[in-house]
């Protein structure tokens, strides 16, 4: 299968400082791949640049065999990547439908985001500043999925969420790489039920990879894990 996000000898970083190194991930159509670490590893700049908002530092990043354009990240958006960022950034005063549709797209689209959240459904002219945290989080990825992303790129969704809501969410994520064919990028503090739904993972330690391997290894393995982020895996 050929890759639908494409990362190769990624430098990612800030001020032509790296903070990640020679970071290679490809992800296929459907397949869902986890990004684990300590606080501050380099989780969220890897995203940032695999979503056109930081130019790659070296390396590159491809969406479908093409560069992803950093000059003009709404162009990657309208390519199909989508980021989800770990602040919601959400309309609170505007209703539900309001927040899903701002992007203007068409009413079948809509009903097929919604599909996968019914909890939205029932609250859709309720202004999104009066959603729980849960129902939040699923309108933020609703809203990401109206725009028929090929790559989405989910930030720590758990933030702030109880952990069976957090397990709800995740479930539907997988659903949706399974029928869409989406292909996700999970960065996920909830290690352990990242690894219940994810199909591999890669593992960053202070920017370095020291990690890659099958969720299904590491779920039974979870010393594997362990060492990793204590720096210990090759
Ligand atoms: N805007 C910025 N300018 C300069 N350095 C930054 C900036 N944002 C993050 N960094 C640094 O880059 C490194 C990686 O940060 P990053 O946010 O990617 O980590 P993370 O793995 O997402 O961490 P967390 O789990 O806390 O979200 C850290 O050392 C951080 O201080
Ligand atoms: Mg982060």
């Known amino acids: 299968m050929t890759a639908i996000l494409s990362c190769a000898a990624l430098d990612a970083g800030y001020h032509r400082r790296p ?3 020679n970071l290679n991930l490809d992800v296929n159509p459907g397949e869902i791949v986890a990004i684990l670490g300590s606080n501050g590893a380099g989780k969220t700049t890897s995203l940032l640049t695999m979503a056109g908002l930081l130019a790659p530092l070296g390396g590159s990043v491809l969406l479908d065999g093409k560069p992803v354009n950093h000059k003009r990240p709404f162009l990657s958006a309208r390519s199909g990547v989508q980021l989800v ?3 919601k950034c959400l309309f ?8 899903i549709s701002f992007g203007r797209r068409g009413k079948a689209a809509v009903d097929e985001a919604l599909s996968y959240f019914p909890a939205l459904e029932k609250r859709i002219k309720l202004p999104a500043g009066v959603l729980s945290g849960g129902e939040q989080q699923m309108l933020v990825l609703a809203r990401a999925l109206v725009a028929e992303p090929k790559v989405m790129l989910i930030d720590e969704l758990s933030m702030g969420l109880a952990p069976v809501i957090v397990q709800e969410i995740l479930r539907v994520v997988r659903r949706i790489a399974d029928e869409k064919r989406t292909a996700v990028v999970l960065v996920e503090q909830h290690v352990h039920m990242a690894l219940q739904i994810a199909d591999r993972a890669t593992v960053l330690a202070h920017g370095d990879v020291v990690l890659e391997e099958s969720a299904e290894v590491l779920r039974a393995d979870p010393d594997l894990l362990r060492a990793s982020y204590l720096g210990r895996a090759a």
Request: no cysteine; charged share 30%; proline share 7%.
């Open 19 to 21: 903070v990640v190194r």
């Open 85 to 87: 960022p770990d602040d």
């Open 92 to 99: 609170t005063t505007l209703s539900v439908a309001d927040n």
